[in-house]
């Protein structure tokens, strides 16, 4: 199975680091959900809530801003 590598970066420290299967979170255009093989991107992050599911179980973050 292909995963993810999910990497959430705050000023004052690392969120989370490993693997995923999935990655949804609200930007300037819209939600969007990351999947494997899904191709490069650069977006900006609108506040709001992360979602990343790791193992089957989906974890929760608040986002205020940044970049993706």
Excluded: C
């Excluded at 000023?11 to 990655?23: A, D, K, Y």
């Amino acid at each position: 199975m292909n995963n993810l590598t999910i990497k959430i970066v705050t000023p004052e420290r690392i969120v989370f680091e490993g693997q995923g299967e999935s990655l949804t979170v609200m930007t300037e255009s819209g939600e969007i959900t990351i999947l494997p093989g899904h191709i490069p991107l650069v977006t900006i992050l609108r506040p709001g809530e992360m979602r990343f599911k790791q193992n089957g179980e989906e974890n929760l973050l608040a986002v205020s801003t940044g970049f993706l």
